[in-house]
T-cell receptor
């Protein structure tokens, strides 16, 4: 059972910011939040992860609420190549518990 | 060219045959993992290994076997005991680092059993 809840699908206009929400209300204090994405028929690609603080890298930003019960992945300027399934994961021991994710479609 | 390689990309087998999927990494990662993905679903853990000559079962290990004779290699055998082997198989590897062991995935092998 995944410990996260994500909307099944979202659309975003090309060039706009894509904000993907994730709820993880049962997260423990030492569990990290990870984000991956998977383009059709490829292996998942690591995007970003965080514990308490907001994080930013060359791909995206991760905003974690103060109570850590939810987070948002932000793709600042979405392109057509960002169309993929995005997985929010709370790491459980040695297992990345991938749920069904959010299918993001970036439209021209 | 560093990374994780899986071969072949597509594999077809007849029902009742064992088949071995290859996974190699040159990232010097300690841990390696095998996942299965069915259409429209997330990933499910089959086996993982944190050190050479040792491995642990995941959630769906029945019908599968693995070996870890070298740090770089973690082959998965899908045996005839696996009732529904047709799926997309993904291998991953990671450094073991106190709770932040980010897993990096290979391109996957799509197995079809006819």
């Amino acid at each position: 059972d995944a410990k996260t809840t994500q909307p099944p699908s979202m659309d975003c206009a090309e060039g706009r910011a894509a904000n993907l929400p994730c709820n993880h209300s049962t997260i423990s204090g030492n569990e990290y939040v990870y984000w991956y994405r998977q383009i059709h028929s490829q292996g998942p690609q690591y995007i970003i992860h965080g514990l308490k603080n907001n994080e930013t890298n060359e791909m995206a930003s991760l905003i974690i609420t103060e109570d850590r019960k939810s987070s948002t992945l932000i793709l600042p300027h979405a392109t057509l190549r960002d169309t993929a399934v995005y997985y929010c994961i709370v790491r459980v021991e040695n297992d990345m518990r991938f749920g069904a994710g959010t299918r993001l479609t970036v439209k021209p | 060219d560093g990374g994780i390689t899986q071969s072949p990309k597509y594999l077809f087998r007849k029902e009742g045959q064992n088949v071995t999927l290859s996974c190699e990494q040159n990232l010097n990662h300690d841990a390696m993992y095998w996942y299965r993905q069915d259409p429209g679903q997330g990933l499910r853990l089959i086996y993982y290994s944190q050190i050479v000559n040792d491995f642990q079962k995941g959630d769906i290990a029945e019908g599968y076997s693995v070996s870890r004779e070298k740090k770089e290699s973690f082959p998965l055998t899908v045996t005839s005991a696996q009732k529904n082997p047709t799926a997309f198989y993904l291998c991953a590897s990671s450094i073991i680092d106190r709770g932040t062991d980010t897993q990096y995935f290979g391109p996957g092998t799509r197995l079809t059993v006819l």
